[in-house]
């Protein structure tokens, strides 16, 4: 079982930043990865970023990259997200997921491949 809440959503002007947090507890296993989505309404849910515990390998859609960068602290056992240049189509309620299934070479980056999910924070941006 895990338990992830995340944390630091707010409203930011276009070409401002946000961090947010992923705190996770229970079973962590250094080869799980963690993995940022975002939804917005009428849409399915779109994969951000990634990170692997055991090595910080990380992964990113082709819109974020170069703008949003995402670690993992394991003294912490937090996953961060950090969002700068943001634009209004990056607003959206952006979740946490962990996938704890068997390790792979590719990062995963489609909703089914992650087991436990946050509650969501919502990340509003006015242009």
């Known amino acids: 079982q895990v338990l992830l809440v995340e944390s630091g959503g707010g409203s930011v002007q276009a070409g401002g930043s946000l961090r947010l947090s992923c705190a996770a507890s229970?079973?962590?296993?250094?080869?799980?990865?963690m993995g940022w989505f975002r939804e917005i309404p009428g849409k399915e849910r779109e994969f951000v970023a990634s990170?692997?515990?055991?090595?910080?390998?990380?992964a990113y859609a082709d819109s974020v990259k170069g703008r949003f960068t995402t670690s993992a602290d394991k003294a912490k056992i937090t996953v961060d997200l950090q969002m700068n240049n943001l634009k209004p189509e990056d607003a959206a309620v952006y979740y946490c997921?962990?996938?704890?299934?068997?390790?792979?070479?590719?990062?995963?980056?489609?909703?089914?491949?992650?087991?436990?999910w946050g509650q969501g924070t919502q990340v509003t941006v006015s242009s």
């Open positions: 990170v692997r515990w055991r090595d910080g390998r990380s």
């Open positions: 229970g079973r962590i296993l250094s080869d799980y990865v």
């Open positions: 997921a962990a996938d704890t299934g068997p390790p792979t070479v590719i990062l995963p980056i489609t909703p089914r491949d992650y087991d436990y």
